[in-house]
């Protein structure tokens, strides 16, 4: 399946986004340090990017931005506790595939990791 990078500040968050996306067969990599997660995907390609918006020392989408340095083309399924519209054309418009308000519903973020990962086989790999 796919290998999955999950990055909230809220450790239990990214543990339970593990535990549901692990369910389906994909290895899921969960940090809540935006540099451990940046030095991760400098290293090690992921097919998908679960970010959360609001982190302590950036923004999700100024770690995206960073993160497709090293992986161009990577999709990201953005994810925030205070939605936001203009937030979210913003998020679109940097490459995310997906906008996901928390709590997080089960079969709403299978749906849309499912989406994402399709839609990414699209892509010509990098």
Do not use: W
């Amino acid at each position: 399946m796919a290998r999955i990078l999950v990055l909230d500040d809220v450790l239990d968050a990214g543990v339970l986004i593990k535990r549901i996306l692990q369910k389906q067969g994909h290895v899921v990599h969960v940090f809540h340090d935006e540099d451990e997660a940046l030095r991760f995907t400098e290293k090690n390609s992921v097919d998908l990017a679960i970010l959360d918006m609001n982190l302590p020392k950036m923004d999700g989408l100024d770690v995206l931005c960073e993160m497709q340095k090293a992986l161009p083309r990577l999709p990201a399924i953005m994810l925030t506790g205070l939605p936001d519209a203009d937030m979210a054309k913003q998020a679109f418009a940097q490459g995310a595939v997906a906008y996901c308000v928390k709590p997080i519903d089960k079969e709403r973020l299978e749906e849309r990791v499912a989406k994402a990962l399709l839609d990414g086989e699209t892509l010509p790999k990098q």
